[in-house]
């Protein structure tokens, strides 16, 4: 977590130089603000400013080394259960077209009907995901 530590706060430096010199090369150049730009990489600098504060904080709250961070440490060290995933399971690939329909149905602006037929779809593929563990060959 130090390193990441080092890492924001080198981005957040990076960032807040970048906007100094973009909105000063724009009041040269043009003779105004861009604001846009400016508070974007402002901003930026501001968010993993942020992060950094946090991660700071939350390594001195836990009171000690991260596994990751010693030196001596094997893979092995850490904690191997990261959750349970299915790499089988095809219902986050349908449910992710399902989604897609529904956006594209948005985006095409009066073909309002193809989100209308197309959200069933996305409500079966929740469910589908939800419950594949209840029913079938990989039920408990």
């Known amino acids: 977590m130090k390193s990441n530590i080092v890492i924001l706060w080198i981005l957040t430096a990076y960032f807040a130089v970048l906007g100094v010199?973009?909105?000063?090369?724009?009041?040269?150049?043009?003779?105004?603000?861009?604001?846009?730009g400016s508070a974007t990489i402002i901003g930026a600098a501001f968010l993993g400013g942020f992060i950094a504060v946090y991660l700071m904080l939350t390594q001195r709250k836990q009171g000690g080394v991260l596994i990751e961070d010693r030196e001596d440490s094997d893979i092995d060290d850490g904690d191997p259960e990261l959750g349970e995933f299915s790499p089988w399971s095809?219902?986050?690939?349908?449910?992710?077209?399902?989604?897609s329909l529904v956006v594209l149905g948005l985006c095409l602006g009066f073909n309002f009907w193809i989100s209308f037929l197309s959200l069933p779809l996305v409500i079966v593929g929740i469910v589908g995901w939800v419950y594949e563990y209840y029913r079938g060959h990989f039920a408990r």
């Open 90 to 99: 095809w219902w986050p690939f349908f449910l992710s077209l399902a989604i």
């Open 21 to 36: 010199v973009y909105t000063l090369w724009n009041l040269i150049e043009h003779g105004y603000v861009e604001w846009s």
